[in-house]
């Protein structure tokens, strides 16, 4: 699906898309409120992927944190080892724009859906984190809904890979660090995406060569 640039595009403005659509008066309150959320979840996936089950048991309290101020107000999320697949301390920095995405939602749609005290980023009825099903599936419903696209939470690590091939080609070293896998695996993983991208990066290459080497 994410071959085609124009569903690519989709996938990446759609946090936008769907604070635009939620910000519209003929919508209810809680439907609303439920398109911010899989905005954050999907924002999230795009600048720190993580598993389904991390995402949705992000802790206020223990996970998010919030650091500087104005343009260089940041959020930050640490997760410890021990609450990870594969026993590797998680950090992430999230960038202004996905900042204030979070903030936006804290400030004015978290409550809408808050039933009870809760510590958690998405929190169930009962004050404890959303399931990672109830998660998992507000995110590929949102994304089918709105872009047609079938896309699940558990794909995001992979499309964070895709991603950055687009741009930097066999750099598998970022992509470890970001997915916090070691090399080995990332490469062996991921591998299926960069070969149409490293092609296309070499030819690239050709394109600047001639450009640069004028013939004689």
């Not at 910000?23 to 389904?52: D, T």
């Not at 950055?164 to 490469?187: E, K, R, W, Y």
Request: proline share 4%; net charge positive; glycine share 4%.
């Amino acid at each position: 699906q994410l071959d085609d640039p124009a569903n690519m595009a989709k996938l990446l403005h759609l946090p936008e898309a769907l604070i635009n659509k939620a910000k519209r008066s003929c919508i209810r309150a809680h439907k609303a409120a439920l398109l911010v959320q899989a905005a954050v979840s999907i924002e999230i996936l795009l600048y720190a992927p993580m598993r389904a089950k991390t995402l949705s048991t992000l802790s206020l309290e223990c996970h998010i944190r919030f650091i500087g101020n104005g343009r260089q107000r940041k959020a930050v999320i640490t997760v410890p080892a021990h609450e990870v697949k594969n026993k590797r301390d998680l950090n992430y920095e999230l960038g202004t724009d996905s900042t204030k995405l979070v903030e936006y939602y804290l400030q004015t749609w978290r409550p809408v859906l808050l039933h009870a005290p809760s510590e958690y980023l998405f929190p169930a009825q009962d004050g404890g984190p959303k399931r990672k099903e109830h998660v998992s599936g507000l995110i590929k419903n949102t994304i089918l809904e709105h872009t047609g696209l079938v896309i699940n939470a558990h794909l995001f690590r992979s499309i964070a890979t895709k991603i950055h091939s687009m741009a930097a080609p066999g750099d598998f070293a970022t992509i470890s660090h970001v997915l916090h896998n070691t090399l080995q695996t990332s490469m062996k993983a991921y591998a299926q995406f960069e070969h149409g991208a490293s092609i296309r990066h070499y030819q690239n290459s050709v394109d600047t060569a001639r450009k640069r080497l004028m013939a004689r």
